[in-house]
Nanobody
């Protein structure tokens, strides 16, 4: 089992940037594919980005492609989501999640391990 803790959320103006971190503890972190998801009020949780255990492949939702970058440092047990050119529609609680497979996947139901989330608010 792996435990996940997100940090780095906050309030930012449209066009600004934030850097979210997901710190992991427990089982060997490098065995897990990691995904970032978000959930806005009254909306379903949606896929944002994901990265293979090795970091060799990354995946993005169309809505964030070109603006967000996911990366990982297995030596430090962390995954980072760099978010640039933020828009008000990016406002949500952001979660990192883990699953012990090679390919991350975009369906949140595939991920058994979740952090508590961090709030991101983008003002217009």
């Amino acid at each position: 089992q792996v435990q996940l803790v997100e940090s780095g959320g906050g309030l930012v103006q449209a066009g600004g940037s934030l850097r979210l971190s997901c710190a992991a503890s427990g089982r060997t972190f490098s065995w897990y594919a990691i995904g970032w998801f978000r959930q806005a009020p009254a909306k379903e949780r949606e896929f944002v980005a994901a990265i293979r255990w090795s970091g060799s492949d990354t995946y993005y939702a169309d809505s964030v492609k070109g603006r967000f970058t996911i990366s990982r440092d297995n030596a430090k047990n962390t995954v980072t989501l760099q978010m640039n050119s933020l828009k008000p529609e990016d406002t949500a609680v952001y979660y990192c999640a883990a699953r012990s497979t090679v390919v991350p996947g975009t369906d949140p139901e595939m991920y058994p391990y979740w952090g508590q989330g961090t709030q991101v608010t983008v003002s217009s």
